[in-house]
Each structure stands twice: as C-alpha cells, then as structure tokens.
C-alpha cells in the first residue's frame, strides 16, 4: 500500500504494482488486559458464518468473559449473530460502536501499525508474498503482547483515558 512519499518538485513517484486487486482480510480480538492477540485470515467477504467461526475459537481458546467491540459491519448486526450473542451471553457481552467511529476501536491502531510494517512501501510480485508478510506482522505482534497493551494505552490516550 502507498503511503507517505516524496519525490523532486514536478515528478510524480513511479510505484511498481501487480495490477491486480484483491484483498486480504483479517479477524481480529485483543484481550485489553493480558495483550493476547486473537486473529484469523480470511480469503473472500466476510460474513455471519466467517464471523461466528472466528469467535467460536476465541471462545474455545479462552475461559473468562469476553466483553467484544465491534464496528456496525452487517455481518456483526446480523438476526444470527444476535441470536449467537444471546446463545453466548455467559461468556460474551458485546459494545456496538456508533457508526462511523473507527477512532474508537482499539484493534484500529494494531491495524494501522500491521498495515505500516507489513504493506506501506512495499512491492508484491505475488498476492501470496503479501499475503506472508501480512501473516508474519501478526504473527510478529501476537508474540509481543506487550507491544499490544502499548498500543492499547495509546487507544486511550487518544480518548483522553488511562489504561
């Protein structure tokens, strides 16, 4: 993905592509107080079944309740996921954003950071090789939990709260 750049007054900056767009995209869970990154590929749309299937393993790999902040995605509002929630209310208590308020999702600054490591800048020959450098920044992430809650503090700061 271009980012920042710069180039001499009057020339325009050549950027190498593939030509082809596709995406990538990720579901993502932070446990706000130990740092542990949940996160899962997926090639395709999301949707409600990709959705429960990513927290469905969430809920399998932890054992607390699961207090979950979420955008207002169509597939996160669904008359399943409503009923998924129900179904789960012992272990999963969700926060439904206001619309357009990215600013207040804290897995925004791990993706802004994932997108900066990963991507900015940088040429892709192959959908694969970005796809393995995107996996690898998670991948970096999920062993630094530290560096999660680090971002996690900023999250709050930019609210004007303390972690």
């Given at each position: 993905?271009l980012?920042?750049?710069?180039?001499?007054?009057?020339?325009?900056?050549?950027?190498?592509?593939?030509?082809?767009?596709?995406?990538y995209?990720?579901?993502?869970?932070?446990?706000?107080?130990?740092g542990?990154?949940?996160?899962?590929s997926?090639?395709?749309?999301?949707?409600t079944?990709?959705y429960?299937?990513?927290?469905?393993?969430v809920?399998?790999q932890?054992?607390?309740?699961?207090?979950?902040?979420?955008?207002?995605?169509?597939?996160?509002?669904?008359q399943?996921?409503?009923?998924?929630?129900?179904?789960?209310?012992?272990?999963l208590?969700?926060?439904?954003?206001?619309?357009y308020?990215?600013?207040?999702?804290?897995?925004?600054?791990?993706w802004?950071?994932t997108?900066?490591?990963?991507?900015?800048?940088?040429?892709?020959?192959?959908?694969?090789?970005?796809?393995?450098?995107?996996?690898?920044?998670?991948?970096?992430?999920?062993?630094?939990?530290?560096?999660?809650?680090?971002?996690?503090?900023?999250?709050?700061?930019?609210?004007?709260?303390q972690?």
């Open positions: 993905s980012s920042y750049t710069w180039a001499p007054k009057g020339e325009q900056p050549v950027v190498k592509t593939c030509g082809k767009r596709k995406s995209k990720v579901f993502g869970l932070i446990d706000f107080f130990s542990r990154l949940f996160w899962q997926h090639q395709g749309r999301f949707n079944g990709s429960q299937a990513f927290l469905t393993t809920l399998a932890t054992e607390g309740h699961i207090i979950l902040i979420q955008d207002g995605a169509r597939y996160h509002t669904s399943p996921m409503r009923e998924f929630f129900a179904t789960h209310a012992d272990r208590t969700k926060f439904q954003l206001p619309a308020s990215p600013d207040f999702n804290p897995i925004e600054f791990l802004k950071k997108k900066k490591q990963a991507t900015h800048l940088k040429y892709f020959s192959t959908f694969e090789a970005l796809t393995q450098s995107v996996d690898t920044a998670l991948r970096h992430f999920a062993n630094l939990p530290d560096e999660i809650l680090s971002l996690m503090g900023r999250y709050c700061e930019s609210l004007g709260t972690a």
